[in-house]
């Protein structure tokens, strides 16, 4: 079945430094990616969408300087958060959408980053 | 705008007894539904969808939902429920044409022995 990974699975890092998330969709190309956001026994709350070559589109309150978001590939985006802060502590999800078609109908998601800010 | 409402915070059910899990969605045009299941600290898998054709659907790990378009539901059910199906269960709707995904605010199913 359709694989998408992310890297890291779990990130602790130091206020007011930058951290990396990559998600790869790994047997079909993703022409969009989505970047969620996921609080404690909440539901997923959708951050922005990517589409490869060109700019993410942010959803409302959604700072774009601070998650900036580059998906460069049919099989790559990345989400960086800048300047962290402890209230960016939180688990980071993404998903991929292929380009044919069960791939085109079905959004299939990464295992989550859990982003820890201290 | 659409919408999906999963009406219930959690569902408990005992081992071997049979499990619905509600959802009912709103939005404009044919409606395309999934649902998703989530283990603890895990990313959503895909369980099953509808998109168009029988209005029951047989997905994942002996999972079916059935797709009611007067009562615009898509209710997931299992027969025979087993302690592994305890995780959080999301419902999911989009529009045909289109990408995004607006999601139900998640169900946690519990299966007791």
């Known amino acids: 079945g359709a694989v998408v990974s992310q890297h890291p699975s779990r990130v602790i890092c130091k206020s007011g430094t930058s951290v990396k998330i990559e998600c790869r969709s790994l047997d079909f190309q993703a022409t969009t990616m989505f970047w969620y956001r996921q609080f404690p026994k909440k539901s997923l709350m959708l951050m922005a969408t990517s589409n490869e070559g060109s700019k993410a589109t942010y959803e409302q309150g959604v700072e774009k300087d601070k998650f900036l978001i580059n998906h460069a590939s049919l099989t790559l985006s990345t989400l960086t958060v800048t300047s962290a802060h402890p209230e960016d502590s939180s688990f980071y999800i993404c998903?991929?959408?292929?380009?044919?078609?069960?791939?085109?109908?079905?959004?299939?998601f990464g295992p989550g980053t859990r982003l820890l800010v201290l | 705008a659409q919408s999906v409402a999963q009406p219930e915070d959690q569902v408990n059910v005992a081992e071997g007894n049979p499990l619905t899990v509600k959802c009912t969605y709103s939005v404009s045009g044919n409606p395309y539904l999934f649902w998703y299941v989530q283990y603890p600290n895990r990313g959503l898998q895909f369980l099953l969808k509808?998109?168009?054709?029988?209005?029951l659907v047989k997905g994942s790990y002996g999972f079916e939902a059935e797709f009611n378009k007067s009562q615009t539901s898509f209710h997931l059910k299992k027969p025979s429920a087993l302690v592994s199906d305890s995780a959080l269960y999301f419902c999911a709707v989009r529009k045909n044409a289109g990408n995004m995904l607006t999601f139900g605010g998640g169900t946690r199913l519990m299966v007791k022995p």
């Open positions: 998903s991929a959408i292929g380009t044919s078609g069960a791939y085109q109908e079905t959004q299939y």
């Open positions: 509808y998109i168009t054709g029988d209005n």
